[in-house]
C-alpha cells in the first residue's frame, strides 16, 4: 500500500511541456519586459567588450618591424644594411649586432605603441607578449573569487562590480607610463572582466 502512495505521489509530481519553436518565441515575447531587455543588453555590452580588452595589446603595443631606418651617424648599421635594403624584423634581429633603438637605428612609424616607447623589440619582445598574458591571471584569480562574490552579494551586483572594476583598471591603463604598472593594470582588468563575464550569464540564467 505504501509503495502505491509512492507512485501515486511521483505520477501527481510536474510533468514537462513539450512546446513547439513557435509557442517559446510567443512566450517570451508575451512576457517581455523592460528589465529583461536591460538583462539580455547588458549581457550582450559585457559580452562585446571582453574580446577588445583581452587583445589591447596586439593593437595598443604592435612592434613596427617593417617601419625603421638606419640613423644618418650610425656607422656600424649603415655598413651592414644599404639604403636600398627593406626594413624588415629579419635585418634587424636576425644579427649579433645587437642594434639599439636612438643609437643606430630609429621608428618610422606614425602610429603610437607602448612597444617602441618602452623599447620592446627583438630580444625584449617578451615582454610585450606578457602584458597580453597578465590579462589571463586576473581572469584566473576573478573566477576563483567571483564563487563567493555571488554567494554574498547575487550575481546581479556580482557582474556590475566586475564590470566597473574592469573599465576603471582600462582607463587608468591609458595614463601608465610604466611597464610594471601596466602588468598590475591588466591584472585587475582580467580580474574584473571575468567576474562581470561569469555573473553576467548566471545573472541571465536565473532571471
Known sequence: MGFDSESDKLQDGPTMEHLKIEEVVDRIVTKTSPNLIVVFLSAALFGLVAAPQTYIPVFTGFIPYSEWECLPN?????????????ASIKALCDNDFNFKDGIDFKWTTERTSFAVDWGFYCSTESKQKMVSSFFFIGGFIGLLCAT???????????????????????????FVNSYGVMLVVRIVQGFGRMICWTGSYCWILEF
Open 74 to 86: 650610425s656607422t656600424r648599421c649603415i655598413s651592414h644594411f644599404s639604403t636600398f635594403e627593406k
Open 148 to 174: 563567493n562574490l555571488f554567494d554574498k552579494i547575487g550575481r546581479k551586483k556580482g557582474a556590475l562590480i566586475g564590470g566597473i572594476i574592469s573599465v576603471i583598471a582600462t582607463l587608468a591603463g591609458t
